[in-house]
Each structure stands twice: as structure tokens, then as C-alpha cells.
């Protein structure tokens, strides 16, 4: 398995109730509904846009995946959800018009124009969105209410993704973009970013106007969104070794292979060592505790944030198996996806007879700038 994360280089949210204001240094993205005050009581929304480099993304594709079965989500983590409906859904598209992030923040006196907004691509006065006689296989959407504007996006079925939140449900955003970030990469159709907006819009009645307000690439957290790619790696090229698969419990495990730190760009193979904690015994002239075991293969990884104990990669049965060489089991991590100056925790899960195990042995990293 593999798993890398690449993060936006600009993004910025779309208010239609203040039209020219430009948010993109603002902590917070943001699709919600409202309706206006007492100065415009019209029904409201708000977008937010993001976008990914196309060279880091070619640069996976082409270097790093080659190939193999893969998989790209959305991530947007959440900082604060209000009035949710029971199923409110969001909708992800690829923005159809080049734009421009901005430095404004939501509240700025006097406002910051400078970049996107509700009207402008660029900045006040520079470029309008498009607002009739979109290009083909393009759209947008306002109320004649409000002021034309709002971005525009492609509508072919298969650029888009969805995802529904009931009121009990996770609120963080985890959607397949893979078609979107293909189209992208065949150059089918420009990579302008995501549009990321409310299904159902400018709603009129006070009691359905769900606000969710996500971390953006300026937040001081650890949450920042990112574009997750996902692909199959494992191996399973033991060569000539004689190692035997566990099948014996209690057992333990080490990691080898950790020096404890890792620089951002670094690459690692982290060794997966393990034996019976209690051997058979047997006539021998070397030490049984030296010998080692392979894993079953039904054995996956996991990282999590040592201070936060969340999961930054968690268990998956097709994107975080172990693979296994001559030497011993083992995974291979991509450290640039995590965030600097944390430690972190390795967790390994298996199946022996029909038995599963999670094993928290504290083995932890950190990782650095440099």
C-alpha cells in the first residue's frame, strides 16, 4: 500500500451577501446557507474554492502510483457545523474559470478585495465570473436575489462527487475526486480547483439554513484540507527465505528500521518483526528469540497523532496492507503528508486463527523540518 497527501496552494470562500469581499488568507472555509438581515433579508450561501498544484499531482501519478489501482479523496476538515438538516448534502466540482486566492479575511474593515469573491475572479474590478452563455459542459448557479456570480463548474456526471451528513454522522469532507483529479491529469479539462457547495441553495426559511465551516490552508491547527492519494503497492517476493508465517499466540512485534525522526520529504520502510512470546521448546543451537516471524497476510498499519491520539492513516484492508520481502514483513510510509514538529505512533493489526489483534507496542517517530 501507499498513501500521500498533497496540500492546496490557494483557496478561499464566496459570499453572496458580501459580493466583492475576498476571504483568502481567512482560517475558515466555508459552505453554509443564511438568511440576510435586516440590510438584505434575502436568502444567502457561500462557496468555497480550492486548488491542488498539477505538477505534484502529475508527479504521483507518473513517479509514485505507475499504474497501480488507486484512489484520490478530498479531505476537509471540520471546525464548526451549525443547524444541520437530518441529510444535507454537498456537492464537489472541478471550477470551470481560472482564479485569483487574494489576501482578505472575512470581517476585514475595509473589506479586501484583492482576489476571488462572489462577483470577481481576480479582484474587484478586474474579471466577473461568467454568468449566461457558459462554455460547454460548464454551468453556475444564483438567485435573482442576490447578485449574478457564485464561480462556475463542469456538470458532466462523472466530475462530480457527493456526500450526505446526517445529524449523527462524522462532519469532516472525505469525497472520491479520482475522476476530477484524472480529468485533470489528461488534460481534458483545466485544473481550476474544486468548488465545493451546498446541493440546495438560497432556502428562505430560517429554520433550514446549515452552516458548515471547515479549516482552510491558513489555519493555525492541525487540520488543514488535503488531496489524498491512495494505491496498492504490496508485495509479497519472499525469494529464497525460510521464514514461516506466525500462527501462534501471545506473540510480540518490533519495528525496526526507525530512527525516530524523518525529515518532511522523506521515504521509509518501517520493518516488521515478530515471534511467539512464548516459543515451543526445542533442542537448538541458536536463540529462539532472535528468529523471526512473517505476519499473516491479513495484517495492516496504522499512523496516529501521538498528542491528539486521532488516526492520520487509518486501518484499511486495501491501502495499508504489509507487504513482505526476504527479510521480514514491512510497509512503506510517505512522510510529507504529516504534519511537522508532531510526534507520531505506529499501530499494526492482524489476524492469527480467526483472532484479531491490535498491537499499540509505543513505537513513535517525529517528524522534522529541514
Not at 101 to 106: I, K
Not at 144 to 169: C, E, I, K, N, R
Not at 182 to 201: L, R
Not at 271 to 287: C, W
Request: net charge negative; charged share 20%; hydrophobic share 30%.
Amino acid at each position: 500500500m501507499a498513501i500521500y497527501k498533497i496540500f492546496p496552494t490557494q483557496d478561499t470562500t464566496l459570499y453572496s451577501i458580501n459580493p466583492e469581499m475576498n476571504t483568502g488568507l481567512d482560517e475558515i472555509i466555508e459552505a453554509s446557507l443564511e438568511v440576510g438581515n435586516i440590510g438584505t433579508p434575502a436568502p444567502q450561501t457561500s462557496r468555497f474554492l480550492i486548488k491542488f498544484d498539477s505538477t505534484e499531482i502529475s508527479d504521483i501519478i507518473n513517479n509514485k502510483i505507475s499504474g497501480s489501482q488507486w484512489q484520490s479523496n478530498l479531505r476537509c476538515f471540520v471546525a464548526n457545523v451549525t443547524a444541520l438538516n437530518s441529510d444535507t448534502t454537498v456537492e464537489v466540482y472541478p471550477i470551470s474559470q481560472s482564479w485569483n486566492m487574494g489576501t482578505g479575511r472575512y470581517g476585514y474593515l475595509p473589506e479586501v478585495q484583492n482576489g476571488a469573491s462572489w462577483i470577481w475572479r481576480d479582484y474587484q474590478g478586474g474579471i466577473q465570473w461568467t454568468t449566461s452563455s457558459f462554455a460547454a459542459g460548464s454551468t453556475g448557479s444564483y438567485s435573482s436575489s442576490v447578485d449574478p456570480g457564485g464561480a462556475t463548474w463542469y456538470v458532466t456526471q462523472s466530475l462530480s462527487g457527493s456526500q450526505t451528513f446526517g445529524y449523527y454522522t462524522d462532519k469532516d469532507i472525505n469525497i472520491n475526486v479520482k475522476n476530477i483529479v484524472s480529468a485533470w491529469y489528461s488534460s481534458s479539462i483545466g485544473n481550476d480547483g474544486f468548488i465545493i457547495k451546498q446541493k440546495t441553495e438560497f432556502i428562505d426559511n430560517e429554520d433550514v439554513q446549515p452552516k458548515m465551516k471547515y479549516f482552510s490552508i491558513d489555519t493555525h491547527t492541525i487540520y488543514p484540507p488535503y488531496l489524498e492519494f491512495k494505491w496498492v503497492d504490496t508485495t509479497f517476493n519472499t525469494g529464497s527465505s525460510t521464514l514461516t508465517t506466525l500462527d501462534i499466540t501471545p506473540f510480540v512485534i518490533t519495528i525496526g528500521e526507525n530512527p525516530g525522526y524523518f525529515y518532511l520529504d522523506s521515504i521509509n520502510k518501517f520493518r516488521v518483526y515478530s515471534r511467539p512470546e512464548y516459543p515451543t521448546r526445542v533442542f537448538q543451537t541458536s536463540s529462539y528469540f532472535v528468529q523471526n516471524y512473517y505476519l499473516p497476510e491479513v495484517s495492516y498499519y496504522a499512523i496516529k497523532d501521538l498528542d491528539t491520539d486521532e488516526y492520520v492513516i487509518d486501518f484499511d484492508t486495501t491501502y495499508t496492507q504489509l507487504s513482505k520481502d526476504d527479510t521480514s514483513s514491512f510497509f512503506t510510509l510517505y512522510m510529507s503528508g504529516l504534519q511537522p514538529e508532531r510526534y507520531y505512533k505506529i499501530l499494526i493489526k492482524t489476524v492469527i486463527n480467526g483472532n484479531t489483534f491490535v498491537l499499540d507496542e509505543d513505537y513513535y517517530f517525529k517528524i522534522i523540518n529541514g
